[in-house]
């Protein structure tokens, strides 16, 4: 088992990547009601300001909210007795809380005041803070620009630089088919710009350039060096195909290396540098291609618990609203964001691989109230698996009564297993909810968890 498996890792199968329309629309009116498309937003572009632009998307109305029904004082007690006889199961490292959003009112609490690790349910947090600087229909740009000139023949006499601006979707268009839901702009695209400007040739380098963001290849639980096993890749501003890197090379000089073999195959003479550089001053844009909008990318990073794509926002936080673009820096400016709810966990990274965050059950849930019947919220509870259908909460209560009603982020570190989300119950309210066991391992947290949910759905 590795390290911190995460809930499933950077990589699953394509069923798993993104959740099914029917059941995330159920969702969606749970917590808060969809109806229209997201405001327009930001389209985030490379060491500058973001520029608005239209969302051409539109969302499938919401089917209508039933009645609800108030509680009996013996439905209550069974939700009790069937949360306690689970947890206590768990041992005195288990901590839970359960919040009733319809009726205002806590239905079950244990040890909900104690800070833990939240393991990849600090994602919650992750997607909070990244809608609420970047907007739901913020891209990131990759472009190509170029020192010298298009002289005759076609021949581009000077460099070319692959500016990478933290993309997590950049890559070949086959990988993206498979692990990316299909998603994410490729080096074909970039090469038919150029191509359509007439570069037949160039005589100088293709090289990345990845100084939008820090060196630092891993996150703070691996002291920041390659994490491969749980990112799938290594970070960088340039990055292709998931962090890939070859033999010597780093992720922004493989990045540019693929984009040489596909000018190769279009018939576009060029040979790749292998060291990443800046772009000098006063170059030429000659290609631009834009990520998916953010809330595409949320789904993809929360419905799998992509680890990779979650520090890769993160570092894109630290460059455009913090110190840098760094994960220390990013980590902060998610800090500030939901310190200005009144919530104040320890969040050092974006992922949550670090053991050093912490955060309790309260205050979980305390995001999740504020989140839901807010235009934010309904992304967010977008963006979550549904638990017994899809992502890394397909095999939780699967065929029980919690299956197509209940929408979690999972979090997994070895003997840390945390599950947090929303639950619309058998009496049509709305239930908040997070479960953290500490202590027993992954398997067995998870046999409890299939017995808690259900039991929430139930109530």
């Known amino acids: ?147 010298g000139h298009l002289g005759p023949g076609g021949v581009w006499r000077g460099n070319l630089y692959l500016v990478g601006g933290g993309d997590p979707t950049l890559g070949d268009g086959g990988f993206n088919r498979t692990w990316e839901h299909g998603y994410g702009p490729t080096a074909n695209q970039l090469v038919g710009q150029l191509a359509h400007d007439g570069i037949k040739h160039v005589t100088g380098w293709v090289i990345g350039d990845a100084a939008l963001f820090d060196g630092l290849r891993g996150g703070p639980a691996t002291g920041y060096a390659p994490d491969v096993p749980d990112f799938g890749g290594q970070l960088s501003a340039l990055s292709y195909d998931h962090g890939s890197t070859f033999k010597k090379l780093n992720p922004g000089a493989f990045a540019a290396k693929e984009l040489v073999l596909t000018m190769h195959g279009a018939g576009i003479g060029a040979r790749p540098l292998n060291r990443t550089l800046p772009a000098p001053p006063g170059t030429q844009l000659l290609a631009t291609v834009t990520s998916p909008p953010l809330n595409v990318m949320l789904k993809l ?13 993160t570092k894109q936080l630290g460059v455009r609203f913090g110190a840098g673009g760094s994960i220390t820096a990013g980590a902060q400016v998610i800090s500030n964001v939901i310190d200005s ?25 305390d995001l999740l109230k504020t989140m839901w019947n807010t235009s934010t919220g309904r992304i967010l509870a977008a963006s979550l698996p549904v638990v017994g259908l899809s992502g890394t909460v397909e095999n939780i209560a699967a065929h029980t009564a919690a299956q197509g009603r209940c929408i979690a982020k999972t979090g997994t570190l070895n003997y840390v297993t945390n599950l947090a989300g929303y639950c619309t119950a058998q009496n049509h309210h709305v239930l908040a909810f997070t479960l953290m066991i500490d202590g027993p391992g992954n398997w067995t947290a998870i046999q409890l968890f299939d017995q808690v949910v259900p039991a929430i759905a139930k109530y």
Do not use: W
Request: net charge positive; with cysteine; proline share 7%.
């Open 301 to 313: 990073m929360d419905v799998p618990s992509d680890d990779f794509f979650a520090e890769m926002l």
């Open 341 to 365: 709810f009144g919530l104040h966990p320890r969040i050092v990274d974006g992922s949550g691989l670090s053991r050093d965050d912490r955060s309790s059950p309260d205050e979980v849930v």
């Open 1 to 147: 088992m590795r390290r911190a498996a995460h809930g499933g890792g950077a990589r699953v199968s394509l069923k798993s990547r993104i959740v099914g329309g029917v059941a995330i629309a159920a969702m969606i009116a749970g917590c808060g009601g969809g109806g229209h498309a997201p405001k327009p937003s930001s389209d985030a572009s490379v060491g500058a300001p973001i520029a608005r632009t239209e969302s051409t998307t539109t969302r499938r109305a919401a089917p209508a909210a039933k009645p609800t029904q108030a509680p009996t004082s013996s439905e209550l007690a069974a939700l009790r007795t069937a949360l306690s006889g689970a947890l206590n199961k768990g041992g005195p490292q288990t901590g839970a809380l359960v919040y009733d959003l319809t009726a205002k009112q806590t239905l079950f609490s244990v040890r909900a005041n104690i800070g833990r690790p939240p393991a990849s349910v600090e994602k919650l947090y992750t997607t909070v803070a990244t809608l609420n600087r970047l907007g739901p229909n913020a891209r990131l740009k990759t472009t190509v620009v170029g020192t």
